[in-house]
């Protein structure tokens, strides 16, 4: 009981706040470079609907926001958040800023690149409908797609909210007193049982934010077919 009221409950919870914190920031950033990555929304005609643009330089700006858009989603999900974390702890220092901002810098890029294939692969009948009655580009992506699609992020968000879980308990040695500081600890002074229920604990973790996903996706219609 002591171990559970020591390290195990205060451990959780901190490597909890730290996951939820890291994931939800990631999934914002994602979903605003969304209306940029994306090539059929962020071009002088999205989904191919509407007059013509402006031209050769209007088509060439929308690949240069296209290309930095992505760039900057390929550079976050090519560090690992290890490395990012230990940059940022020369910046901010030691404590949570460092963990979060690693995870949220490095999963925005990942959840960012899967969600802009999502939009690319969306049937062209709405977003049509909506150009076609004067809306634009982001109408037609926050009030017409975002709706629709969110079901799928989600299915994305939480699968990297459970990878935010599994590396918060390992980013300890930015000053976070997460399960993977009290998993070294226990290591290294050979305490395995300690160390197992840690282990579980962060298991538990994954597992409520698995029920969590299923429960949201459910309500949202994201589910992903009928079940027998």
Not at 105 to 125: D, K, M, Y
Request: contains cysteine; positive net charge.
């Amino acid at each position: 009981m002591r171990l559970g009221a020591e390290k195990v409950l205060p451990g959780t919870w901190k490597t909890l706040l730290l996951s939820v914190v890291a994931g939800g920031l990631a999934g914002g950033l994602a979903l605003l470079s969304l209306p940029g990555s994306a090539r059929n929304l962020a071009c002088s005609r999205p989904f191919g609907a509407g007059a013509a643009g402006g031209g050769r330089w209007e088509d060439w700006g929308w690949r240069v926001v296209v290309i930095l858009t992505r760039g900057v989603q390929v550079l976050g999900r090519a560090l690992p958040e290890y490395i990012l974390a230990f940059l940022l702890v020369g910046l901010f220092g030691l404590g949570y800023w460092p963990a979060i901002l690693a995870l949220a810098v490095h999963n925005s890029g990942i959840l960012g690149r899967l969600g802009a294939e999502v939009v690319e692969n969306v049937p062209p009948t709405l977003p049509r409908v909506l150009r076609a009655t004067g809306s634009g580009r982001a109408q037609i992506f926050w009030l017409g797609l975002l709706p629709t699609l969110m079901g799928r992020f989600l299915v994305f968000f939480f699968y990297r909210w459970e990878t935010c879980v599994r590396e918060a308990t390992v980013l300890g040695f930015v000053g976070v007193s997460s399960l993977g500081l009290y998993i070294q600890d226990a290591r290294a002074r050979d305490l395995y049982d300690e160390m197992m229920v840690l282990v579980l604990a962060g298991a538990g973790l994954v597992l409520i934010g698995d029920f969590v996903s299923a429960v949201v996706r459910a309500r949202l219609g994201g589910g992903g077919g009928r079940r027998c």
